[in-house]
């Protein structure tokens, strides 16, 4: 699944007071409704809009393996500018504190980096700031009590 860049227009129109509602429900209209050929699909679409609305530079979703042992970086949206290097890649191999605070339930908030990435992060702290990341937030995605990715 190739990440997609953001248009550049994404970002100029107008806020609906009730846009995020609006879009998780069609969201899960969309999910619900999609064959499964068309789920990896679907998810990519949304993620992109999401992006759009939020005027995120770069954003997506995370799978654990069965094992837990891996976290692939496996839906992404990107604008233009934005470096791809994880992208696809075992997020638990080039971030271990990142992916061990997921595996555990716990969300990951940055808010300033380098700054704010705690000492037990060192191995994660070159790779933002190489990245030119300035803020970071992942949550974990769980289903019946297993966090499934971020």
Known sequence: ?????????????????????????????????????????????????????????????????????????????????????LFEADLAKALPWYAGELRAGRPVIVRRVPEDIPPEAEAERAIVVALGLQSTIALPLSAGGEVLGA
């Open 1 to 85: 699944m190739d990440a997609q860049p953001l248009p550049p227009e994404a970002a100029s129109a107008p806020p609906d007071p009730f846009w995020f509602e609006t879009f998780l429900a069609n969201l899960a209209a969309r999910l619900l409704a999609a064959p499964p050929e068309d789920v990896d699909g679907t998810i990519q679409a949304s993620l992109q809009e999401l992006g759009a609305f939020l005027a995120s530079e770069r954003g997506g979703i995370g799978l654990f393996s069965e094992d837990g042992s891996s976290l692939v970086f496996r839906y992404g949206y990107f604008t233009p500018e934005a470096p791809r290097q």
